[in-house]
């Protein structure tokens, strides 16, 4: 059984940072290809962030890129998300994903969430203003 635990959501104050943690058991995920996705109330799910396998590629949504980094710890089986000047429009739950692949064998893979296969509960970030 995989298992994918996001952590470290909470509530922040616009202009402040938020660092959300993956942890995935079950299963090596030593070198997968991981994102990270998010959903606000009444809308559908968004892509936020990827990260290949060997960390060599990342990808952003436009909405966050220079604002959020995306990294891993193959050694801890761990994906990360540094959320900086965060925005109230961030407010949303985000999910981890993980792939059975260590890269995207086309770059937009990256940003469809039906080339994940593992998913996570989702942790809830809340932006104020």
């Known amino acids: 059984q995989v298992q994918l635990v996001e952590s470290g959501g909470g509530l922040v104050q616009a202009g402040g940072s938020l660092r959300l943690s993956c942890a995935a058991s079950?299963?090596?995920?030593?070198?997968?290809?991981m994102g990270w996705f998010r959903q606000a109330p009444g809308k559908e799910r968004e892509f936020v962030a990827a990260?290949?396998?060997?960390?060599?590629?990342?990808y952003y949504a436009d909405s966050v890129k220079g604002l959020f980094t995306i990294s891993g710890d193959n050694a801890k089986n761990t994906v990360y998300l540094q959320m900086n000047s965060l925005k109230p429009e961030d407010t949303a739950v985000y999910y981890c994903a993980a792939t059975t692949g260590t890269y995207y064998t086309r770059s937009y893979y990256a940003y469809s969430a039906s080339r994940y296969d593992y998913w996570g509960q989702g942790t809830q970030v809340t932006v104020s203003s």
């Open positions: 079950g299963r090596t995920f030593s070198s997968n290809a």
């Open positions: 990260i290949t396998g060997s960390g060599s590629s990342t």
